[in-house]
């Protein structure tokens, strides 16, 4: 069964950091697009950054542009999502998905992780 494992969540206070990470199982991803989503109590999943296969080519939503880097392992089959400064509105569950290309579309990603909680106090 093929798999993406997030981890790295957690409660943070407001201007704090995170490392979340990804790492697959059952099959490698060295060849996809990879992002990172997220989805808020109430709200729909949102796109917050991407990633081509060579780690070269990276997108951010404008709300995290500036604050948050993805970028993929040496053997570009993980990929992490360092978070700084973060905010209380960045409180929300964040999913990692794997795909064909590098976009923001939700729908174009195949694999997706089962979510890391990441909570930020005011």
């Known amino acids: 069964q093929v798999q993406l494992v997030e981890s790295g969540g957690g409660l943070v206070q407001a201007g704090g950091s995170l490392r979340l990470s990804c790492a697959p199982s059952g099959r490698t991803f060295s060849s996809y697009a990879m992002g990172w989503f997220r989805q808020a109590p109430g709200k729909e999943r949102e796109f917050v950054a991407a990633?081509?296969?060579?780690?070269?080519?990276?997108y951010y939503a404008d709300s995290v542009k500036g604050r948050f880097t993805i970028s993929r392992g040496n053997a570009k089959n993980t990929v992490d999502l360092i978070m700084n400064s973060l905010k209380p509105e960045d409180t929300a569950v964040y999913y990692c998905?794997?795909?064909?290309?590098?976009?923001?579309?939700?729908?174009?990603?195949?694999?997706w992780g089962q979510g890391t909680q990441v909570t930020v106090s005011s």
């Open positions: 998905a794997a795909g064909q290309h590098t976009t923001q579309a939700r729908g174009a990603y195949d694999y």
């Open positions: 990633i081509n296969w060579s780690g070269g080519l990276t």
